[in-house]
């Protein structure tokens, strides 16, 4: 199995790398190559070939369609197939809807749902080539309870959803399976640097359910779970991976 993983060098992203790369599938992972962030991602490439995976990087910005179609191409080449895409790449600017500007709506939009379309359009020919493959869309609980602070963010991830759906009805007929991972509350940057404050956090824990936030692990299970064939026929389904919270947040 070749795995292409765009955004997989922190957080949940990393956490589907490892999974995919220790379930022993070909691992292809993308990021932007800010250079605080190459020691983290060399430490990775090195564990993980040491523990006798099979991984490489690409730096590429998700958002540049060429890129994205580039890093593709050159997987296909290189690995001679391409069977599961996980479109990872998410960013939040919690900001309120009244102070978004067009340009940051759009680069939000850009960050969050473009890039997984360019990262599709970019897979389809080879999966339909080969007669199939698995798409995974990592979306967000803010589809059914608006959480997440961003009116952008939002609508993007909601994008997600109607995206996948589509595959699901026109391109399951061609062996190609997609479906939606709804993370929340997830311990990585992203949730570190929305919830610095202590208090803040421990509110949060206090909401969930199964009483502890998620590690990038409790999430990869299930993408490599959904892109094996023990997930062979699931198609079209949103997931939440939340502790319950979403649904059955604790409290009054
Ligand atoms: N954490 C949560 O609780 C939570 C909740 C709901 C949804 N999610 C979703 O889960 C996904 C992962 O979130 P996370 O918490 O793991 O975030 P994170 O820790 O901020 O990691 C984001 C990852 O995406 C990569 N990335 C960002 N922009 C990119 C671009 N333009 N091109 C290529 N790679 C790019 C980053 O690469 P660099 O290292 O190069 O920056 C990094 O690997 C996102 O879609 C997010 O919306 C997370």
């Known amino acids: 199995m070749v795995a292409l993983i765009v955004g997989g060098s922190r957080g949940i992203g990393a956490g589907i ?3 995919f790369a220790r379930a022993g599938a070909t691992t292809l992972f993308t990021h932007t190559g800010q250079p605080h962030y190459a020691e983290q991602v060399q430490k990775m490439l090195d564990q ?15 958002c540049e369609p060429e890129t994205t179609k580039a890093v593709v191409e050159q997987a296909t080449r290189d690995f001679g197939r391409l069977d599961v895409l996980v479109a990872n790449v998410g960013q939040n600017l919690v900001r309120p809807a009244e102070a978004t500007s067009t340009q940051s709506w759009q680069q939000m939009i850009d960050v969050n749902l473009s890039s997984a379309f360019y990262a599709v359009r970019a897979v389809l020919p080879t999966m339909l080539h ?3 493959g698995r798409i995974l869309f990592v979306g967000s609980s803010t589809v059914y309870d608006g959480g997440g602070g961003a009116i952008d963010y ?5 994008g997600l959803v109607g995206m996948m759906r589509y595959l699901a009805r026109n391109y399951a007929r061609h062996g190609i399976r997609t479906n939606v991972i709804h993370p929340a509350v997830i311990e990585t940057d992203l949730l570190r640097e929305r919830y610095a404050d202590a208090a803040k956090k421990q509110l949060l824990i206090d909401q969930v359910p199964i009483g502890r936030l998620g590690q990038p692990a409790d999430v990869a299970g299930l993408a490599v779970f959904l ?5 062979g026929f699931i198609c079209g389904q949103e997931i939440l991976v ?7 947040r604790s409290g009054p």
Do not use: H, I, N
Request: net charge negative.
């Open 154 to 158: 939002a609508a993007a991830k909601a």
């Open 17 to 19: 790398v490892d999974a």
């Open 242 to 248: 939340d502790g319950g919270r979403t649904f059955y």
């Open 48 to 62: 993980l070939r040491a523990d006798g995976c099979q991984v490489e990087a690409a730096v590429a910005d998700a």
């Open 227 to 231: 892109a094996s064939s023990w997930g």
């Open 130 to 132: 080969a007669g199939g």
